[in-house]
């Protein structure tokens, strides 16, 4: 598992399919230590049927602060972000969450075409370019991340 240091990203996505797969398959929440850890988890926060981990909530929310401090100081990541800002809309619209944050929308973006390839269901070229483009932007800030005091 990557560890939140390592890759908060990939962290958050990790979560989220582990949630998904508590979910789905509640038999086997004792199958490790971590899958039972993270079951008690749901159980207290009360997010068996649906809902995110304060893990994930808060690590989404550390990514999303250094996502706004990164568009005010760097003009390269703020470029990325705008070639990016039409896909991700087009993405909200289609939700029932049209204001949530462009990370979020990153991420939302890059677990359903995860859900998709386990479908073995074909992807458009157009949605594996934004998933190119979406990639690289949560790559950049998890490097961030990783290489300031934020992570420690």
């Known amino acids: 598992m990557k560890t939140k240091r390592d890759n908060i990203a990939e962290h958050i996505l990790y979560l989220w399919q582990m949630e998904d797969y508590l979910r789905a398959f509640p038999q086997n929440a004792e199958a490790t230590p971590e899958l039972h850890d993270l079951n008690e988890m749901m159980h207290r926060e009360g997010i068996l049927e649906g809902g995110h981990l304060a893990l994930a909530q808060n690590a989404l929310a550390e990514l999303e602060e250094l996502h706004r401090a990164l568009l005010d100081e760097d003009a390269m990541y703020r ?3 705008i070639r990016l800002q ?11 969450r049209p204001t949530m944050s ?3 929308a990153c991420l939302i973006l890059l677990y359903q075409i995860m859900l998709l390839r386990l ?8 949605t594996a370019d ?13 490097k961030i991340y990783r290489d300031t005091d934020i992570s420690k």
Request: charged fraction near 25%.
């Open 79 to 81: 470029a990325a972000i």
């Open 86 to 96: 039409p896909s991700l809309n087009l993405l909200k619209a289609k939700t029932d």
């Open 102 to 104: 462009d990370i979020e």
């Open 119 to 126: 479908q073995k269901r074909e992807i458009s070229p157009e």
């Open 130 to 142: 934004v998933q190119q483009r979406a990639t690289q932007v949560l790559q950049f800030l998890s």
